[in-house]
């Protein structure tokens, strides 16, 4: 079965810093990878997605995210993060196209100091 | 075009009792997935439904439940509730051709 760390419970950063957050998955062939973020009080709001193709995949709200088979890897990226960035972060995998069981990290709290 | 709606927002139970939680998908959106999420084991998932159809279940025990109508909108029902039900129940809705999930807000379900 497949399995999602997100090693960083939580991390602080200045606005207009850099953000990376990390994401690690557990499945034997190619997965299908998912960023979602989550605003207190929320649902998941889908910030992209990674099938197959091009292994830097760009989002939503200036998010970008990268695809590396040989780490086993699929970390989320934004150049300069903005107050409303503050909300919790979800790397998720299905093991393919039909398998809508998505299996879920712990999450990334990120707070946005000013 | 209108999101996932999810009814109702929240919920109070007293133990024992039991719920219906509604989920209405996006419109053309034929494959239902319901999620747990809770502090302490995160994002687990419930049950996907697809035409009408249980396609996958997760670990959880029978007192959870669900159905989907042949409008695609879905119901879950969680029977004999335990304090450890309390949580956010997200119900995701996709195409059903590729497993792209849209979440909706989620009901917040508590048990006294």
């Known amino acids: 079965a497949q399995s999602v760390t997100q090693p960083d419970i939580h991390i602080t950063v200045s606005e207009g810093a850099s953000l990376e957050l990390r994401c690690n998955y557990s499945y034997g062939a190619t997965p299908y990878l998912f960023w979602y973020v989550q605003s207190p009080g929320q649902g998941l709001q889908l910030l992209l997605k990674y099938f197959s193709g091009d292994t830097l995949v760009q989002g939503i709200k200036g998010f970008e995210a990268e695809f590396k088979r040989s780490q086993s890897s699929f970390n989320l990226r934004k150049p300069s993060v903005h107050w409303s960035d503050a909300a919790e972060y979800f790397c998720a995998v299905g093991a393919n196209s039909n398998d809508y069981k998505l299996s879920f990290g712990a999450g990334t709290t990120v707070t946005v100091r000013a | 075009k209108a999101g996932v709606t999810q009814t109702p927002r929240y919920l109070i139970k007293t133990r024992g009792q039991q719920v219906t939680l509604s989920c209405s998908p996006i419109s053309g959106h034929r494959s239902v997935s319901w999620y747990q999420q809770t502090p302490g084991q995160g994002l687990q998932f419930l049950f996907e439904y697809f035409s009408e159809t249980q396609r996958n279940k997760g670990n959880f025990p029978g007192r959870f439940s669900g159905r989907q109508f042949s409008n695609s909108r879905s119901e879950m029902n969680v029977s004999t509730l335990e304090l450890g039900d309390s949580a956010l129940y997200l119900c995701?809705?996709?195409?059903?051709?590729?497993?792209?999930?849209?979440f909706g807000p989620g009901t917040r379900l508590t048990v006294l």
């Open positions: 995701a809705s996709s195409f059903g051709t590729s497993n792209e999930q849209f």
